[in-house]
């Protein structure tokens, strides 16, 4: 069983590898908890596919299995069924403090029975991660909120439609604000929401059950509520952060891979980074062929989609580090993104931040160190910076990225990666 708390394990990585071969990937972490969210929405059964084998999932199963949904998951086959029966709106306690995601249950919530009870998220390593814009949102179609111990609790007498434009296009409020106003009397119109293919997904598939959703992909979602939402199947979109990672990896190595199961046009904007970078990059139907080249600086900012995603930042990082010159990135969604730093600069990285801007310059040799996964894509950025540095690095408090990537040591051994996962007490003997 997959424990998001376990942090017994380490990687031992030894650098050196450049990576070659294929790899085949699962669907995306950040849409397949959305989706699963969603059911809660469901007059029927939801069936998912293609659900990635990451710790994050069955916490999310527990989560809803607490709010009055059966679940019937099988990580190994992928799938998932979720069938809702009598729903309960306040969340079990610990609910969000083991996973961010279960934040999603606010607004499905919300709609379904017109109430949530939820732990307030706080922050965490990387930024401080509000939630106003989701409230405000629901205030705007009819809702009270009250904040009393360290919970907020959502009720709407009336659940009604509404013009909202979010301050800042954030991937949180316009899921939870659009799952509300599927359901919600009347027509919604949310301006300057987030596009990402992890929201198009979510919007593709409530219209699969039902809903009327027009915009999709858009900076502009026009919903117009509906009584209930029915069963589907549904299968989840390929993973592109995931995606983007063994890119890196291949490039960083000076490696040949070749990734299946993604969609090129996810990437539009880290391939442009990487071409830039000098990588020769091959796109086909659903697979990317990425091969390594002299690595040249290239200047970087990160924003919402179609902007270079900050998922991606910590391994761009990695390989900037390896290219010849200075590079510029620029973090402009999470503020304290940048905390792993700290962890290269062990390695020998020359990184010099002034505010929100890093400057990377390069090539660097980079030496094996001890370093700790900070969050999930600090985590994968710290096994890839073990693949290129000489010796041996050792990655602690690797269950956060079990939390996003599945079988993560067995897929870049494959590619030919000296990488393994050993109990922390190896490092004794
Ligand atoms: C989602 O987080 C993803 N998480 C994150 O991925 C991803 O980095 C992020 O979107 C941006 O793409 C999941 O999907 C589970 P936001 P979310 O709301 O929804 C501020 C990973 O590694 N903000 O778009 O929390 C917020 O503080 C994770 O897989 C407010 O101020 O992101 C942040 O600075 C990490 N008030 C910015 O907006 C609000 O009400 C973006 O947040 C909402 C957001």
Same mark, same amino acid.
């Given at each position: 069983?997959?424990?998001?708390?376990?942090?017994?394990?380490?990687?031992?990585?030894?650098?050196?590898?450049?990576?070659?071969?294929?790899?085949?990937?699962?669907?995306?972490?950040?849409?397949?908890?959305?989706?699963?969210?969603?059911?809660?929405?469901?007059?029927?059964?939801?069936?998912?596919s293609?659900?990635?084998?990451?710790?994050?999932?069955?916490v999310?199963?527990?989560?809803?299995? /607490?709010?009055g949904?059966?679940?019937?998951?099988?990580?190994?086959?992928?799938?998932?069924?979720?069938? #809702?029966?009598?729903?309960?709106?306040?969340?079990?306690?610990?609910?969000?403090?083991?996973?961010?995601?279960?934040?999603?249950?606010?607004?499905?919530?919300?709609g379904?029975?017109?109430? &949530?009870?939820?732990?307030? #998220?706080?922050?965490?390593?990387?930024?401080?991660?509000?939630?106003?814009?989701?409230?405000?949102?629901?205030?705007?179609?009819?809702?009270?909120?009250?904040?009393?111990? /360290?919970?907020?609790?959502?009720? &709407?007498?009336?659940?009604?439609?509404?013009?909202?434009?979010?301050?800042?296009?954030?991937?949180?409020?316009?899921?939870?604000?659009?799952?509300?106003?599927?359901? &919600?009397?009347?027509?919604?119109?949310?301006?300057?929401?987030?596009?990402?293919?992890?929201?198009?997904?979510?919007?593709?598939?409530?219209?699969?059950?039902?809903?009327?959703?027009?915009?999709?992909?858009s900076?502009?979602?026009?919903?117009?509520?509906?009584?209930r939402?029915?069963?589907?199947?549904?299968?989840?979109?390929?993973?592109?952060?995931?995606?983007g990672?063994?890119?890196?990896?291949?490039?960083?190595? /000076?490696?040949?891979?070749?990734?299946?199961?993604?969609?090129?046009?996810?990437?539009?904007?880290?391939?442009?980074?990487?071409?830039?970078?000098?990588?020769?990059?091959?796109?086909?139907?659903?697979?990317?062929?990425?091969?390594?080249?002299?690595?040249?600086?290239?200047?970087?900012?990160?924003?919402?989609?179609?902007?270079?995603?900050?998922?991606?930042? #910590?391994q761009?990082?990695?390989?900037?580090?390896?290219?010849?010159?200075?590079?510029?990135?620029?973090?402009?969604v999470?503020?304290?993104?940048?905390?792993?730093?700290?962890?290269?600069?062990?390695?020998?990285?020359?990184?010099?931040i002034?505010?929100h801007?890093?400057?990377?310059?390069?090539?660097?040799?980079?030496a094996?160190?001890?370093?700790?996964?900070?969050?999930?894509? &600090?985590?994968?950025?710290?096994?890839?910076?073990?693949?290129?540095?000489?010796?041996?690095?050792?990655?602690?408090?690797?269950?956060?990225?079990?939390?996003?990537?599945?079988?993560?040591?067995?897929?870049?051994?494959?590619?030919?990666?000296?990488?393994?996962?050993?109990?922390?007490?190896?490092?004794d /003997?």
């Amino acid at each position: 069983m997959l424990d998001p708390t376990a942090s017994t394990d380490v990687f031992r990585v030894r650098g050196g590898e450049p990576l070659r071969g294929t790899v085949r990937l699962s669907g995306a972490k950040n849409s397949a908890l959305k989706l699963m969210a969603a059911s809660l929405l469901c007059d029927g059964e939801l069936s998912l596919s293609c659900v990635p084998r990451i710790a994050d999932v069955p916490v999310m199963a527990d989560v809803l299995r /607490g709010l009055g949904v059966s679940v019937d998951l099988d990580l190994h086959a992928g799938t998932c069924r979720l069938r #809702p029966g009598k729903i309960s709106w306040h969340a079990p306690a610990d609910a969000v403090s083991r996973i961010r995601a279960s934040l999603s249950c606010l607004g499905p919530l919300v709609g379904r029975v017109r109430r &949530a009870r939820l732990a307030l #998220p706080g922050g965490d390593r990387i930024g401080a991660r509000g939630i106003d814009l989701h409230l405000r949102g629901l205030q705007a179609m009819g809702a009270t909120v009250t904040e009393l111990d /360290g919970e907020v609790e959502v009720f &709407a007498g009336e659940l009604h439609g509404a013009y909202l434009t979010l301050d800042f296009p954030s991937v949180g409020a316009t899921e939870n604000l659009l799952m509300a106003a599927v359901v &919600a009397e009347g027509e919604s119109i949310i301006d300057n929401v987030a596009r990402e293919p992890e929201i198009q997904d979510l919007c593709r598939m409530l219209v699969a059950m039902g809903a009327k959703i027009g915009g999709i992909g858009s900076p502009t979602l026009e919903i117009e509520g509906v009584e209930r939402l029915g069963s589907t199947s549904w299968e989840t979109c390929p993973d592109r952060i995931e995606a983007g990672t063994y890119a890196m990896a291949a490039a960083a190595t /000076g490696g040949d891979v070749v990734i299946e199961r993604v969609r090129p046009s996810d990437l539009t904007l880290p391939l442009i980074k990487l071409r830039a970078a000098g990588v020769a990059v091959e796109e086909g139907a659903d697979s990317l062929r990425v091969k390594a080249g002299d690595l040249e600086a290239v200047d970087v900012v990160t924003l919402p989609y179609p902007g270079f995603p900050t998922d991606l930042q #910590p391994q761009l990082m990695v390989l900037l580090t390896q290219a010849l010159g200075t590079s510029r990135c620029t973090e402009n969604v999470f503020e304290s993104r940048f905390s792993f730093v700290t962890e290269l600069r062990r390695m020998g990285a020359d990184i010099e931040i002034d505010g929100h801007h890093a400057l990377i310059r390069g090539p660097v040799r980079l030496a094996g160190a001890t370093l700790t996964a900070l969050d999930v894509r &600090a985590g994968a950025a710290a096994a890839l910076a073990g693949l290129v540095a000489s010796g041996e690095t050792v990655v602690r408090d690797v269950h956060h990225v079990d939390r996003g990537y599945a079988d993560f040591v067995q897929r870049l051994a494959s590619l030919g990666a000296d990488i393994e996962r050993a109990p922390l007490e190896s490092l004794d /003997g």
